[in-house]
């Protein structure tokens, strides 16, 4: 069975940063590709971050780009999305998703498997 489990989400001040991880079962972990999606109350949910197998490739949201970083550790089987300069805007619940396939895609519905997700809140 696929588990994936995200943390580090959290309360931040506008313009700050935090540090989403995800940890996920499956290997050899480098033939999936990961991707992060968020979905805020009342929207639905939205790509924000991709990064292919062995993390070659990354994919980015227009509304994230330069401020937020995916990358991985495929030792470990983590993935992770390192957020800066956040935004009110970037509140919502943020979802690690794994493909059965190593190339990255924005695409949601490419994704097979589904973390519960970490809240993340940013106060203005």
């Known amino acids: 069975q696929v588990q994936l489990v995200e943390s580090g989400g959290g309360l931040v001040q506008a313009g700050g940063s935090l540090r989403l991880s995800c940890t996920a079962s499956?290997?050899?972990?480098?033939?999936?590709?990961m991707g992060w999606f968020r979905q805020a109350p009342g929207k639905e949910r939205e790509f924000v971050a991709a990064?292919?197998?062995?993390?070659?490739?990354?994919h980015y949201a227009d509304s994230v780009k330069g401020r937020f970083t995916i990358s991985r550790d495929n030792d470990v089987n983590m993935v992770y999305l390192q957020m800066n300069s956040l935004k009110p805007e970037d509140t919502a619940v943020y979802y690690c998703?794994?493909?059965?396939?190593?190339?990255?895609?924005?695409?949601?519905?490419?994704?097979?498997?589904w973390g519960q997700g970490t809240q993340v809140t940013v106060s203005s």
């Open positions: 499956g290997r050899p972990f480098s033939v999936y590709a």
């Open positions: 998703a794994r493909r059965d396939y190593p190339r990255a895609t924005p695409q949601g519905h490419e994704y097979a498997y």
């Open positions: 990064i292919s197998g062995r993390g070659e490739i990354t």
